[in-house]
């Protein structure tokens, strides 16, 4: 009889750490069906970690006349700093409404980071190269998973920790800001990955900052 009860009592741990540490596969695409880098999902948790006090700052470098990286995404409250690791100067600003500022003409490292206090993406561009554009993603405390290259994304948790979940992506067809909540009952139904589709406006239709500074608003 104790044998019995000590291997019940095993399986049922062996499927409670299973369910636990369950994950979810995901497959960013657009509306053509190919593949999205630099997707954001931003999850909401029912049961949030308490949050740690100590805050390292996150970087966004500029190398080869690019923002490196392309996409960052940072808690509200985060600083970031900005490192030039080109042997050239760049001029960095932005005019969003989640965080205007400006880093005028400098090499190497600028003295202070900046603080990013507001919710919001943050369009990044450069005063000299006009090509140079880069996003920062501001959540709320949340989870946040990027998409690779080739449109794959995993999330570390199991469906039913979830409360909410976004999909972003700086090309959205519908502007920069906007978020795709996900139907969670796919998250749900997770047999392999799952795919999300996102309609994305063309690449070469955004090439400069100031073509997606229009619609940043």
Same mark, same amino acid.
């Given at each position: 009889?104790?044998?019995? @009860? =000590?291997? !019940? &009592?095993?399986?049922?741990?062996?499927?409670? %750490?299973?369910? /636990?540490?369950?994950? @979810?596969?995901?497959? @960013?695409?657009?509306?053509?069906?190919?593949?999205?880098?630099?997707?954001?999902?931003?999850?909401?948790?029912?049961?949030?970690?308490?949050?740690?006090? %100590?805050?390292?700052?996150?970087?966004?470098?500029?190398?080869? =006349? *690019?923002?490196?990286?392309?996409?960052?995404?940072?808690?509200?409250?985060?600083?970031?700093?900005?490192?030039?690791?080109?042997?050239? #100067?760049?001029?960095?600003?932005?005019?969003?409404?989640? =965080?205007? &500022?400006?880093?005028?003409?400098?090499?190497?490292?600028?003295?202070?980071?900046?603080? &990013?206090?507001?919710?919001?993406?943050?369009?990044?561009? !450069?005063?000299?190269?006009?090509?140079?554009?880069?996003?920062?993603?501001?959540?709320?405390?949340? #989870?946040?998973?990027? %998409?690779?290259?080739?449109?794959? *994304?995993? /999330?570390?948790?199991?469906?039913?920790?979830?409360?909410?979940?976004?999909?972003?992506?700086? #090309?959205? *067809?519908?502007?920069?800001?906007?978020?795709?909540?996900?139907?969670?009952?796919?998250?749900?139904?997770?047999?392999?990955?799952?795919?999300? *589709?996102?309609?994305?406006?063309?690449?070469?239709?955004?090439?400069?900052?100031?073509?997606?500074? =229009?619609?940043?608003?």
């Amino acid at each position: 009889m104790l044998a019995l @009860i =000590k291997h !019940c &009592f095993l399986v049922v741990t062996l499927l409670f %750490s299973f369910h /636990i540490s369950a994950t @979810i596969s995901l497959q @960013i695409t657009d509306q053509n069906d190919q593949a999205l880098e630099h997707a954001i999902i931003e999850v909401e948790v029912l049961a949030p970690a308490p949050q740690s006090n %100590s805050k390292k700052t996150l970087v966004m470098d500029q190398v080869n =006349k *690019a923002f490196d990286p392309h996409v960052l995404a940072v808690p509200i409250n985060s600083y970031v700093s900005f490192p030039n690791s080109d042997d050239i #100067r760049h001029h960095v600003y932005s005019f969003s409404k989640a =965080k205007p &500022f400006e880093l005028k003409l400098y090499a190497g490292q600028p003295k202070s980071p900046i603080i &990013f206090e507001n919710t919001g993406v943050v369009v990044l561009g !450069c005063n000299i190269h006009d090509a140079m554009v880069g996003y920062i993603y501001v959540h709320n405390n949340n #989870r946040t998973y990027i %998409s690779g290259t080739k449109g794959e *994304a995993i /999330i570390d948790l199991a469906p039913f920790e979830i409360k909410k979940a976004w999909l972003w992506h700086p #090309r959205n *067809a519908k502007g920069v800001n906007h978020k795709q909540v996900i139907d969670l009952t796919k998250l749900k139904q997770a047999k392999g990955a799952i795919k999300l *589709a996102l309609t994305v406006s063309p690449a070469k239709a955004t090439g400069s900052f100031q073509d997606v500074f =229009k619609t940043a608003h």
